[in-house]
Structures are given as C-alpha cells and as structure tokens.
C-alpha cells in the first residue's frame, strides 16, 4: 500500500544559518541518510543507492535506538517489539533498516546517530539532570523521542517531561496532525490492549512548530508489534499497531 501523503523534506530548522555544532553532526549525517533512502524508496529503485547516499553517511541502514535507564522500570518490555518494527517498516516502505535496535544510555557516544529514541516499560524512569541536559540537546539537535506507556508508565514520563521542560506541558496530538498520514492514513492512535478501557491518546511537545516528542498514552504499540504469540492479539489489531509504528518511523525520519 502506498502513502496517501508524503512530507517533502526540508532543512531542519536552523542549519541552513549556522554551522552544526560537533555534537550535532552525527545526527545530521544519519537524517540526510535516511532521508536519501526515503527518495531511493519513492522513486522505486530508479536512482542507485550508492549514489543517493551522502559520503559522510556511517550508517546505511535506519535504526531506532532504545532508551536503557535508571530507576526500576523495565526499559527493556517487550524483546520482538522493535526488531519486528524494523523488519516490518523495511518491507513496506523499501527502506533498508537494521534487524534490531541499538541500546542506548544519554552518555551514549553514538546518541547522535540515530534519528529516534524509544522510551517504554511499565515503572519508574530515574534521569538525574546531566542525562536531561543531553536529552533536551539531543531533541534541539533534530532528535525525536516516542514513549510508549507499556501501562504504569504515566505518571513517571509525565515528571520526567515536567523536569524536560518545565514551561511546557504534554498536549493532545489529535488525528489532525501529520504523524497519522506520515505513511499509512489512519484516523488517529489505535487501541492495542484494553487496560483500564480508557481511550487510546496521543500526547507531545511541540518545539518551534516541529513535535520532538511523541507519547502514546493508553494504546499499547510495543505490546501490538510483538511475536503474535507473545500476546495472542487477532491480526487486525498487530496490523493496526504496525501501520502506527510505522507512521511514527517514517515522521521522525521525515518531519522538517
């Protein structure tokens, strides 16, 4: 199935007017990659790969990297969740990505080379204020930060945002906005697992008009993209949790 609606990709705000500061480059190399894999994906193999591909690239293929941090929580919910989003994401789109995440901390080196960070588990996220530093330089340097509530994560990532970003609060992305067209076109965030039977919410920040970061509240995707077994959820339902993932790859990749 082809998108019903693609962005065109523009510079990220800022660079065109100043220089990339050093911590700032890696992430710029790995979006301008992924982005000419996008236009290789688009124009269906007409262009050689190997000719769209920025020289300074150091990783071809698109990786998302998982969030490991303090605190209790089980950062590391739901083991088949990511490598299956990639795999998936890879088969319908045409972009080449790796076969699992990267795992990262916020002291992480290669931080900067992955244009997603993944946030997930169902306790505490313990981030002392160094590792919010980076975090908020890692979103201004272009980054993109989805949380997923894997149930009992709320009220944790809600403090972590208020610490984040004292003057500003999550707001509803409603079915508006474009992370729901990014690549599939869907009526809004998909309810995965029951839980307390509340509706399926998306959440953001919004930072000069670009969403930096992305919180499904009460939807469950990790749970919906794992093994079929792990779960037993009937099709349609791990369809409509894949067709999310993959509308929130594609936005990070994409969002200008």
């Given at each position: ?201 998306g959440f953001g920040i919004q930072i000069d008009g670009r969403l930096v970061v992305y919180y499904s509240w009460s939807s469950d995707i990790g749970d919906g993209l794992e093994d ?29």
């Amino acid at each position: 199935m082809l998108p019903t609606q693609r962005h065109q990709y523009q510079p990220r705000r800022g660079r065109t007017e100043s220089p990339v500061s050093p911590p700032q480059r890696p992430i710029a190399r790995a979006i301008a990659g992924a982005i000419a894999l996008v236009l290789v994906a688009l124009l269906g193999g007409m262009v050689d790969p190997a000719l769209a591909q920025p020289p300074t690239l150091e990783a071809p293929e698109v990786r998302i990297a998982r969030l490991r941090y303090g605190g209790g929580g089980d950062w590391y919910c739901d083991p088949s969740s990511l490598p299956n989003w990639l795999r998936e994401f890879q088969r319908r789109t045409g972009i080449p990505t790796a076969a699992s995440e990267a795992v990262v901390t916020l002291d992480s080196e290669d931080l900067y080379r992955y244009p997603l960070l993944y946030v997930s588990g169902h306790g505490r996220i313990g981030l002392d204020d160094a590792e919010l530093d980076e975090l908020r330089r890692y979103l201004a340097a272009g980054g993109f930060l989805y949380a997923d509530d894997n149930y009992g994560l709320d009220a944790s990532f809600r403090e972590l945002i208020s610490r984040l970003y004292p003057d500003r609060e999550l707001q509803p992305v409603d079915s508006s906005h474009s992370i729901y067209r990014a690549y599939y076109d869907l009526p809004g965030l998909p309810k995965i697992h029951v839980h307390d039977g509340h509706p399926a919410q998306g959440f953001g920040i919004q930072i000069d008009g670009r969403l930096v970061v992305y919180y499904s509240w009460s939807s469950d995707i990790g749970d919906g993209l794992e093994d079929p077994e792990v779960h037993g959820n009937p099709p349609e339902v791990r369809e409509a949790a894949i067709r999310m993932a993959c509308n929130i790859l594609m936005y990070a990749l994409t969002s200008p």
